[in-house]
């Protein structure tokens, strides 16, 4: 029997919440005791203070994280948050659901995820780059092209991995742009990678409403987030003809049953910033929209949206996880319960933008290139061999669609690690 170790330095809801999922799997698999604590636990952490002279020439200290959760399957990889409600807990499960992400589609990575604390949305230009690049400064023996490739994430974009990856160059003395992906093209980015997220998230849906004999064009779609990954999910489903019927960011919800005109709400975003006073239809709140009755209900928000008091009342037909770990253990258990929502799990619905940051990593490395529809061909062939594992395991075992791909995703980490050994 292993020894379970258990630190409160990652006590959390949504690291419990992940660590339940995980110990469900192990369950559902066998997976050995001494495996266990192993393949669950975050391999190591770093938090650095951040001190930054803002723009008035005061000083401020931002607290920042990162987490490496396994690294015996590659370099970790996965994205930086810069959030006012960052902890070192969340980090952590969003680090967690990467390893079984990576795993689950067939990359060569681990699993890792960074954050700060801060609202960048109350900081200007410069205020956001010189937090940035210290960040990737305090960074500079964790990260690297072989060691742990960060990327973009909820509050951070390409701008902000050109500094990061900048930063990182001038430190090893020549330009590396594997050290980081989801940058500008100009800087080593790949094409197809800003929407990879959200082509793969659309791409999943339309796959899955095939299987449920929905035509696309009859599906009606509710988004909640209308950030990079819920809007490049509307322009892909609205181009393969779906009604988007409700949007929604921070600041609330936008409803019309005739649907919603996604290039002219993207137009506004891009000068407004947000949804608030959008004209495209009646404004509702983020609440509501998720009990809209709707043939797909897309999250692509924060993590823990749908709960027990919720799930009940949801009326969709697929609920397609954008977002990670929207959905809580009590709510699936409510919605397994219901058994009339068909489930796109996160650890595959919103892996498109891992694989596309894999592509890119490539690129970078070989110092060649691709062109935008080679990127998405891959990215389609890729998701529909990781489609396909999970329909199977699902059909094999007749586990829920989540359990599937969690334990196909924990195995191959766990079986990682059983080979490798324990090194003295």
Same mark, same amino acid.
């Given at each position: 029997?292993?020894?379970?170790?258990?630190?409160?330095?990652?006590?959390?809801?949504?690291?419990? =919440?992940?660590?339940?999922?995980?110990?469900?799997?192990?369950?559902?698999?066998?997976?050995?005791?001494?495996?266990?604590?192993?393949?669950?636990?975050?391999?190591?952490?770093?938090?650095?203070?951040?001190?930054?002279?803002?723009?008035?020439?005061?000083?401020?200290?931002?607290?920042?994280?990162?987490?490496?959760?396994?690294?015996?399957?590659?370099?970790?990889?996965?994205?930086?948050?810069?959030?006012?409600?960052?902890?070192?807990?969340?980090?952590?499960?969003?680090?967690?659901?990467?390893?079984?992400?990576?795993?689950?589609?067939?990359?060569?990575?681990?699993?890792?995820?960074?954050?700060?604390?801060?609202?960048?949305?109350?900081?200007?230009?410069?205020?956001?780059?010189?937090?940035?690049?210290?960040?990737?400064?305090? =960074?500079?023996?964790?990260?690297?092209?072989?060691?742990?490739?960060?990327?973009?994430?909820?509050?951070?974009?390409?701008?902000?991995?050109?500094? =990061?990856?900048?930063?990182?160059?001038?430190?090893?003395?020549?330009?590396?742009?594997?050290?980081?992906?989801?940058?500008?093209?100009?800087?080593?980015?790949?094409?197809?990678?800003?929407?990879?997220?959200?082509?793969?998230?659309?791409?999943?849906?339309?796959?899955?409403?095939?299987?449920?004999?929905?035509?696309?064009?009859?599906?009606?779609?509710?988004?909640?987030?209308?950030?990079?990954?819920?809007?490049?999910?509307?322009?892909?489903?609205?181009?393969?003809?779906?009604?988007?019927?409700?949007?929604?960011?921070?600041?609330?919800?936008?409803?019309?049953?005739?649907?919603?005109?996604?290039?002219?709400?993207?137009?506004?975003?891009?000068?407004?910033?947000?949804?608030?006073?959008?004209?495209?239809?009646?404004?509702?709140?983020?609440?509501?929209?998720?009990?809209?009755?709707?043939?797909?209900?897309?999250?692509?928000?924060?993590?823990?949206?749908?709960?027990?008091?919720?799930?009940?009342?949801?009326?969709?037909?697929?609920?397609?996880?954008?977002?990670?770990?929207?959905?809580?253990?009590?709510?699936?258990?409510?919605?397994?319960?219901?058994?009339?929502?068909?489930?796109?799990?996160?650890?595959?619905?919103?892996?498109?933008?891992?694989?596309?940051?894999?592509?890119?990593?490539?690129?970078?490395?070989?110092?060649?290139?691709?062109?935008?529809?080679?990127?998405?061909?891959?990215?389609?062939?890729?998701?529909?061999?990781?489609?396909?594992?999970?329909?199977?395991?699902?059909?094999?075992?007749?586990?829920?669609?989540?359990?599937?791909?969690?334990?196909?995703?924990?195995?191959?980490?766990?079986?990682?690690?059983?080979?490798?050994?324990?090194?003295?």
């Amino acid at each position: 029997m292993s020894k379970v170790i258990v630190s409160a330095l990652y006590k959390s809801d949504v690291f419990t =919440m992940a660590c339940r999922q995980f110990d469900q799997a192990a369950d559902a698999i066998n997976l050995p005791e001494d495996l266990r604590d192993r393949t669950k636990y975050p391999r190591r952490c770093l938090a650095v203070a951040l001190p930054i002279k803002r723009d008035d020439g005061s000083i401020t200290v931002f607290e920042g994280y990162r987490v490496q959760h396994n690294l015996s399957t590659g370099p970790s990889k996965g994205g930086i948050r810069f959030h006012e409600h960052v902890t070192i807990g969340e980090v952590a499960a969003l680090a967690m659901w990467m390893s079984w992400k990576c795993s689950l589609v067939g990359l060569p990575y681990g699993g890792a995820k960074g954050g700060v604390i801060c609202n960048p949305r109350q900081m200007s230009q410069g205020e956001l780059e010189r937090l940035s690049r210290r960040y990737m400064q305090e =960074m500079i023996n964790f990260v690297g092209p072989q060691i742990d490739v960060p990327a973009p994430d909820m509050g951070t974009n390409e701008q902000i991995m050109g500094w =990061m990856m900048d930063t990182y160059s001038n430190h090893v003395g020549h330009v590396e742009p594997a050290v980081v992906t989801g940058k500008p093209i100009s800087l080593g980015g790949s094409e197809g990678r800003r929407e990879a997220t959200g082509a793969g998230v659309a791409y999943l849906v339309k796959a899955y409403l095939e299987d449920m004999k929905i035509p696309v064009k009859n599906a009606t779609v509710a988004i909640q987030g209308f950030g990079n990954v819920g809007s490049e999910t509307a322009a892909a489903l609205a181009n393969y003809g779906a009604k988007i019927i409700a949007i929604s960011d921070y600041t609330g919800a936008i409803y019309n049953e005739r649907g919603i005109d996604i290039r002219k709400a993207l137009e506004y975003v891009k000068y407004a910033k947000v949804l608030k006073d959008f004209d495209g239809g009646q404004a509702i709140s983020n609440e509501q929209l998720l009990e809209l009755k709707v043939t797909v209900l897309i999250p692509a928000a924060l993590e823990r949206v749908i709960t027990n008091d919720n799930a009940p009342k949801l009326q969709c037909r697929l609920l397609a996880e954008a977002a990670n770990g929207p959905t809580t253990n009590s709510a699936d258990k409510i919605l397994e319960q219901r058994g009339d929502i068909e489930i796109i799990p996160d650890v595959l619905c919103n892996s498109g933008g891992v694989i596309v940051s894999y592509f890119e990593w490539l690129q970078n490395l070989q110092h060649y290139y691709w062109t935008r529809d080679e990127v998405l061909q891959k990215l389609f062939t890729m998701l529909d061999r990781a489609k396909a594992s999970v329909d199977a395991q699902k059909a094999k075992f007749g586990f829920s669609r989540r359990l599937a791909a969690l334990t196909l995703g924990i195995a191959r980490v766990a079986d990682a690690k059983r080979i490798r050994g324990l090194f003295p």
